[in-house]
């Protein structure tokens, strides 16, 4: 579906039309009515499966008429673990508590998992105990599984979104869903934020790692198998108590189209190009029956998400006919002209049904029940925002005694999920170049090293064990395998023999070098990168040295998106892009050693999620089916079956 005008064209002029409105008179600036311009037939019609049945809506009437206006404020209100322990659940009810990315067990992200355990099961039982005074309501407990269940040191953690994009497998990504679903559910806690919907349109986003693909059709069809993976088929009676948890869409909508990238930014697109490229994933999530939806930090044309009563109410709620409930995003609702950490009745006005007010919940709770009192707040609005929230308290089994999966802590690490993940990489691989030195012969004798070799939160990425995942140790994830080490195991294993980088080169003429590169751990705003696209060549330096010594060279880049790294490609004689694998980087050594008779033990199956860019100082591509900026458009991937030679790419900074 190519675009009328190419995006690139706009973007010239945006500086200079960004530069006119800001110094142009405020009404000039203002931004446009969103509830005017929004066309609800332009959207998909859609309906949540599972989540609405008649007995379940008389058991929340029921319940909505014991409670107080204080229980009801409650209940829309998120507090985080690192500013609120169990036993303030007794003064300010809440309805859920998260986990946030840099929150841990008493501030410990290294907290092992029993310590989890006890900490979810301490708010749980606070929640619902019996008091004078208090309508007993179980808790919904959220965190951040976004590749498995990633807070939690010794776990099995999956590749990121773009790899499991690369992989075209929705089976696969149902499969990890439910096997998050399961480790989540162990650790006593009810709900992931998870799956991202984004369709990432620019790679400077840090968070483009996050998003399958660009590929709309892509993003709904994974979003319908993860969400099924995460919660279970839709309609399932209970799903807690098989094992599965809650999901959420996020973050609606048009995180992926922000300009130049940017987090938090704004999308400048027509409703009509929203909808197409940004909207499809909410209707596979929504017909998979999604439980929550995130609104997003960004802004659509001026607007932020968190006040958009257009799409959050009429376009989700009514056309998309979404019956969950919406989540802010971490204090997305301060960001609301005229609103703060602690006040803000546009954001509920506008279809937020629960603030997520991680610091600030006291006086966010507090002003709430104000706002309310004087009508600012319809007191309809409340109670449709609750009845939401426990539609999903029930839906999930929360109300339900028995907890079967809680405690099964050997879900984190079993041998099906260490299987599962090696799967997952092995698939998620793409191969650029490959001049015949790949495989490699499992006799061969082999180097292993690059800046990268040694680097193991490189190959875990952001939201991992801490919010930037930037100190991830090899100690925290003991059983894991780094790249470097199943490579050199699987050659051993092979007959073949590993050559230390720092032996005389010459004497010993290793057949082939390894060289793992990349990008250092990052996530949410510190991600977002400006042009040139990478300028780290100290694994071109690594390369050009190998060849020196004559010594072919295997490329494995590992990344959060696509970069410029042409004169990489140019100086390998085999590029991989491996994305962020996760513990198990065996399966990486699966397809790139063969057996000791040189033949593949495994092909590679995986094509580019995003075009690769072919230039330093362009934007990559602002459509996903724009490939002129592209060295490989977005599908390209060779195999061992279909092989083909890699031209050499310019090097010049514009690729031309
Ligand atoms: C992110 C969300 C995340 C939330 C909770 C926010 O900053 O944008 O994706 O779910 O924090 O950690
Ligand atoms: C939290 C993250 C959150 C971020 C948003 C961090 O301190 O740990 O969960 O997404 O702040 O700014």
């Known amino acids: 579906m190519p675009r009328p005008v190419p995006r690139h064209a706009n973007h010239r002029l945006l500086p200079a039309l960004a530069l006119w409105f800001a110094t142009a008179g405020s009404t000039a600036a203002a931004p446009p009515d969103a509830t005017s311009t929004v066309h609800p037939e332009l959207w998909p019609l859609a309906r949540s499966a599972g989540l609405f049945d008649t007995a379940t809506e008389r058991r929340i009437t029921a319940l909505l008429a014991s409670m107080s206006l204080e229980e009801k404020v409650g209940q829309v209100v998120q507090a985080d673990i690192g500013a609120i ?84 497998d929705p089976e696969l990504v149902r499969r990890i869903g439910s096997a998050t ?34 590929d709309p059709a892509l993003v709904r069809q994974y979003a319908q198998a993860m969400v099924e993976g995460l919660q279970g088929a839709p309609g399932l009676a209970h799903p807690l108590q098989a094992g599965h948890i809650a999901a959420t869409a996020k973050h609606f909508l048009g995180d992926g189209a922000t300009l130049y990238g940017e987090d938090e930014g704004d999308s400048e697109l027509s409703e009509a190009d929203l909808v197409r490229d940004h909207a499809q994933g909410y209707v596979g999530a929504i017909r998979a029956g ?85 009508g600012e707040v319809p007191a309809a609005r409340l109670d449709d925002a609750v009845r939401r929230i426990l539609r999903v308290k029930f839906r999930l089994g929360l109300f339900e005694t028995d907890r079967p999966f809680e405690g099964r802590l050997e879900l984190l690490r079993s041998d099906e999920q260490r ?29 292993v090293s690059g800046p990268q070799a040694g680097d193991f939160s490189a190959q875990l990425g952001g939201w991992t064990v801490s919010w930037q995942g930037a100190d991830t140790r090899r100690s925290d994830f003991p059983n894991a395998e780094s790249v470097a080490r199943g490579i050199r195991r699987a050659v051993v294993a092979q007959g073949g023999a590993i050559i230390d980088p720092t032996d005389d080169l010459d004497t010993l003429k290793p057949d082939v070098a390894v060289i793992i590169f990349g990008e ?37 880049f590992l990344s959060g998106r696509p970069l410029w790294v042409s004169q990489e490609i140019n100086a390998s004689n085999a590029f991989v892009a491996a994305w962020l694998p996760g513990t198990e980087g065996g399966g990486i050594a699966d397809i790139l050693v063969g057996d000791a008779n040189g033949k593949p033990r495994f092909d590679f199956t995986g094509s580019l999620p995003y075009p690769w860019p072919r230039a330093a100082t362009l934007p990559p591509y602002q459509q996903p089916t724009d490939a002129r900026e592209a060295a490989f458009p977005a599908g390209y991937g060779l195999s061992y079956a279909h092989g083909g030679a890699t031209p050499p790419l310019s090097e010049a900074l514009d690729g031309r």
Request: positive net charge; hydrophobic residues 45%; contains cysteine.
């Open 85 to 168: 322990e169990p036993d303030d659940l007794r003064r300010f009810a809440l309805g859920s508590v998260l986990a946030g990315g840099d929150s841990g067990v008493h501030r410990d992200d290294r907290a092992p998992s029993p310590e989890w355990l006890g900490l979810m099961r301490e708010f749980h039982a606070v929640a619902v105990e019996q008091r004078p005074g208090h309508v007993p309501i179980p808790l919904l407990i959220g965190i951040d599984a976004v590749h498995g269940h990633n807070n939690m040191i010794g776990s099995v953690i999956f590749p990121h979104n773009i790899g499991l994009g690369a992989a075209h």
């Open 419 to 447: 299987a599962l993940g090696r799967e997952a990489v092995r698939k998620s691989l793409v191969l650029l170049k490959n001049d015949g030195v790949l495989p490699i012969r499992g006799s061969a004798r082999v180097v």
């Open 520 to 556: 250092k751990p990052y996530a949410e705003m510190l991600g977002d990168i400006k042009l040139p696209l990478f300028n780290n060549r100290a694994g071109l330096r690594e390369m050009e040295l190998f060849r020196r010594h004559g010594i072919p060279v295997v490329a494995v």
């Open 290 to 374: 999604v439980m929550t939806v995130m609104a997003s930090f960004s802004s659509w044309n001026g607007q932020k998400m968190h006040g958009n009563r257009a799409l959050l109410t009429t376009v989700l709620k009514g056309r998309m006919g979404f019956d969950g409930f919406v989540i802010g995003d971490w204090n997305g609702h301060a960001q609301v002209p005229g609103c703060s950490k602690e006040r803000c009745p546009a954001a509920i006005n506008a279809g937020l049904d629960m603030y997520m007010a991680p610091q600030s919940y006291q006086a966010l709770y507090r002003n709430l029940i104000e706002e309310v009192r004087t």
């Open 181 to 214: 679903a399961a480790m989540v559910a162990a650790t006593g806690i009810d709900w992931t934020f998870a799956p991202t919907l984004a369709a990432p349109h620019d790679v400077r986003w840090g968070r483009t790692y996050e998003g399958y693909a660009a």
